[in-house]
């Protein structure tokens, strides 16, 4: 059996979570907290984060781009980048936008200082860490309703692995109530159709003991 | 022709220079200084980073990773990612720890806080900062002295990404003097073995004004 070491509020194991989903690649969750620094875990993954993704034949792979990649050459279909190549850098463009800037600029400064650091026991959040992710977050949510003005999907026609990446962080947000999507109806919209497709439910069920999610979050029509 | 915005001492500008000199794709180089946030450069890449590739026909890819996928399934021989799936995470994921984990732990906190940081006149390094990136980079390079001790290249048996990846943020740091390579014989060998390569030649002829390179940063026999 498969099996994929995440954690729930993790954007990077939720993306991969997705696209395995998505491909109906069935894999066994196994909860993991990187912060625990477990031996066997590390030996796994020396870089002591999830998500890592063990294969049926026990081939381990850590990093979520290179699971993405893996799973995207190895998987089955839906293919998750198009067929053209200058097609295919824009989802990789996107992917890495929302993985690296969305991320740095959004993710730590709100899901990591409020949750993680709660959960790791390292103290209180920062307010002017958290200030400048709200701030942040709503230039982000502008560039998606952007983009999706002249799109099907955020890369282009197809669903791509752009999709899952954003709708990957902006559900990390999303559970603990930070995305003002009144601010963005066209955002609002393309996040409703990703939730509402089957590769969704199983992080609407999520649940992180001491942090409930708010009400909307696994509302489909929210 | 193509073009490629970079900045000298980005280790993502370098990766992308160190991979299209691996492959003799000719390339004009443009230096771009981010933070003026040009508006031109800013239509060509909203996010406002280097590196942005502008190919021959005109089409534009940013983000440093799509780039070289791009050119990996666009561009000449040799192929910088392993032809098993498997060995090809492996390459991706070691990509990845320097792009990301090192990025954050040492480059930022070395490269970014003293040069970048005074290019901007954004105020002084912060000692803090220095000090955990100075302690950081001992546990890189004893990673990558082990990775060594039973691999030919990074990754395994053949140069790849990963080489390049780790080579472009270790070359910032050695421009500034910031790499004990005392501490890991192999990896200073393997690190002098990819010095040696012609794709290598004019990132050891930068120059940021102000910032003179240390004497042995140009040496192949450092």
Redesign the interface.
Known sequence: MRRLFHLPLSPFSRKVRLVLGEKRIETELVEELPWDRRIDFLRLN??G?VPVFVDEDG?T???S???C??LE??GPTPLLLPSD??D???A??LA??FD??FHREVTVNLVYERVNKRLMKAGYPDSACVKAGAKNVKYHLE?VGWLMEGRNWLAGDQLSIADFAAAAHLSCLDYCGDVPWEISPPAKDWYARLKSRPCFRPLLADHIPGFPSKPHYSDLDF
Chains 1, 2 share one sequence.
């Open positions: 020396p870089a984060e081939q792979i850590a990093d781009t290179a699971i990649e893996y050459e190895t190549s200058i295919r850098a824009e990789r463009r890495g936008w690296s800037k560039y």
